[in-house]
């Protein structure tokens, strides 16, 4: 709650030398609403979190800093087979000045300072450690099949099936780790699917927010995108595109909400006060994200959080009981389903 995350202390990141105060400083930065869910788990569980995710956000630093497609797969498989040592060998070195802005920055520090996450990494237990290095494989091997299909397709994806695929290889993967490392059960094929089905949701949000940005770095995950790649997403002509893309985005993502539900209930997540209280979290700090978005995209709002302060807040019901967590699920359910019928179709269309 106290870190301020547009204007990160990058001189006290870069200098900071104790491996466990590295990874609990730099996380609210680079992990942002997703921070939040993972510190309040259980003491293991948050640690391998926490290492888990910001070895993935060091993928995606490669694959946002490293613009030539055959430099940018070279270096996510170069980081995924480094676990292949113990401990984990450097990692492949970003280029030289590819950090823009602060945020870039502090991504910048959690590769150049990976071996302080690696020394968490190497107290986990054997289990665990197996299980982060499967993920980080898994998700570099996903992030490739995406540099090659947007190489192959003139930087655009084509369909809800392509966009579908890549959300579930971006957060699919880290989901399915997270539900087996809080989890007493192996997941059967419903659990799996349900929770990939949430991936798509949330990484659509990331999707829905950064419409404009992808354009300027020459990428669109809507084939309607395609003729103003590299172009701001600003300029007088495309802004109307956008703001349909951006429609089409937050009406797919909303039509998901159900899946999150069958999930919460399906594995009992509202069993341990902290995982709940977790579950909580993500759900409404996603709530707030759409909402923001729908006013993007010329919608009104839905009522809810206006804030991270009143979403925390508001996840404290699931304190209290199961019953009070439940509820808060399925409302924002009902939120998202009625949103999604109102703001636009409900998948792109090539």
Same mark, same amino acid.
């Given at each position: 709650?106290?870190?301020?995350?547009?204007?990160?202390? &990058?001189?006290?990141?870069?200098?900071?030398?104790?491996?466990?105060?590295?990874?609990?400083?730099?996380?609210?930065?680079?992990?942002? $609403?997703?921070?939040?869910?993972?510190?309040?788990?259980?003491?293991?569980?948050?640690?391998?979190?926490?290492?888990?995710?910001?070895?993935?956000?060091?993928?995606?630093?490669?694959?946002?800093?490293?613009?030539?497609?055959?430099?940018?797969?070279?270096?996510?498989? +170069? =980081?995924?087979?480094?676990?292949?040592?113990?401990?984990?060998?450097?990692?492949?070195?970003?280029?030289? +000045?590819?950090?823009?802005?602060?945020?870039?920055?502090?991504?910048?520090?959690?590769?150049?300072?990976?071996?302080?996450?690696?020394?968490?990494?190497?107290?986990?237990?054997? +289990?665990?450690?197996?299980?982060?290095?499967?993920?980080?494989?898994?998700?570099?091997?996903?992030? /490739?099949?995406?540099?090659?299909?947007?190489?192959?397709? @003139?930087?655009? &994806?084509?369909?809800?099936?392509?966009?579908?695929?890549?959300?579930?290889?971006?957060?699919?993967?880290?989901?399915?780790?997270?539900?087996?490392?809080?989890?007493?059960?192996?997941?059967?094929?419903?659990?799996?699917?349900?929770?990939?089905?949430?991936?798509?949701?949330?990484?659509?949000?990331?999707?829905?927010?950064?419409?404009?940005?992808?354009?300027?770095?020459?990428?669109?995950?809507?084939?309607?995108?395609?003729?103003?790649? @590299?172009?701001?997403?600003?300029?007088?002509?495309?802004?109307?595109? /956008?703001?349909?893309?951006?429609?089409?985005?937050?009406?797919?993502?909303?039509?998901?909400?159900?899946?999150?539900?069958?999930? =919460?209930?399906?594995?009992?997540?509202?069993?341990?006060?902290?995982?709940?209280?977790?579950?909580?979290?993500?759900?409404? =700090?996603?709530?707030?994200?759409?909402? +923001?978005?729908?006013?993007?995209?010329?919608?009104?709002?839905?009522?809810?959080?206006?804030?991270?302060?009143?979403?925390?807040?508001? $996840?404290?019901?699931?304190?209290?009981?199961?019953?009070?967590?439940?509820?808060?699920?399925?409302?924002?359910?009902?939120? =998202?389903?009625?949103?999604?019928?109102?703001?636009?179709?409900?998948?792109?269309?090539?």
């Amino acid at each position: 709650m106290l870190a301020d995350r547009s204007k990160p202390d &990058l001189r006290s990141l870069a200098s900071e030398t104790d491996p466990e105060a590295f990874l609990w400083a730099i996380l609210p930065h680079a992990a942002r $609403s997703f921070a939040a869910s993972i510190v309040v788990l259980p003491e293991s569980d948050a640690r391998a979190a926490a290492v888990a995710y910001l070895y993935c956000r060091a993928l995606d630093t490669y694959e946002d800093l490293i613009p030539e497609p055959s430099g940018s797969a070279a270096a996510l498989i +170069g =980081f995924a087979n480094r676990f292949e040592a113990d401990p984990p060998s450097a990692p492949p070195p970003l280029p030289p +000045g590819a950090a823009k802005t602060d945020r870039e920055r502090v991504y910048e520090i959690l590769v150049d300072r990976i071996e302080l996450i690696d020394a968490v990494y190497r107290e986990l237990d054997p +289990g665990t450690r197996e299980r982060i290095a499967g993920l980080v494989r898994a998700m570099a091997e996903g992030m /490739v099949w995406s540099w090659d299909t947007f190489n192959a397709q @003139g930087g655009v &994806l084509l369909d809800e099936e392509q966009l579908a695929r890549y959300c579930r290889h971006v957060i699919g993967n880290p989901v399915l780790f997270m539900l087996e490392q809080v989890g007493d059960r192996d997941l059967d094929a419903d659990a799996r699917e349900n929770a990939l089905v949430v991936s798509e949701m949330i990484q659509l949000a990331n999707v829905s927010r950064d419409v404009e940005s992808d354009l300027n770095r020459g990428i669109a995950y809507h084939p309607s995108l395609a003729p103003f790649l @590299g172009r701001s997403g600003y300029e007088p002509e495309v802004i109307p595109t /956008v703001r349909d893309v951006r429609g089409q985005y937050i009406a797919l993502a909303l039509s998901r909400a159900p899946a999150y539900r069958r999930m =919460f209930e399906g594995l009992e997540l509202d069993r341990s006060v902290r995982v709940r209280v977790a579950s909580v979290l993500m759900l409404l =700090f996603t709530d707030l994200h759409y909402r +923001g978005c729908a006013i993007r995209a010329g919608h009104l709002p839905w009522p809810g959080p206006a804030d991270r302060l009143q979403v925390i807040l508001g $996840s404290a019901p699931a304190l209290v009981s199961r019953t009070l967590a439940g509820r808060t699920v399925r409302r924002v359910e009902r939120d =998202f389903t009625s949103a999604a019928s109102l703001i636009g179709p409900s998948a792109p269309h090539a």
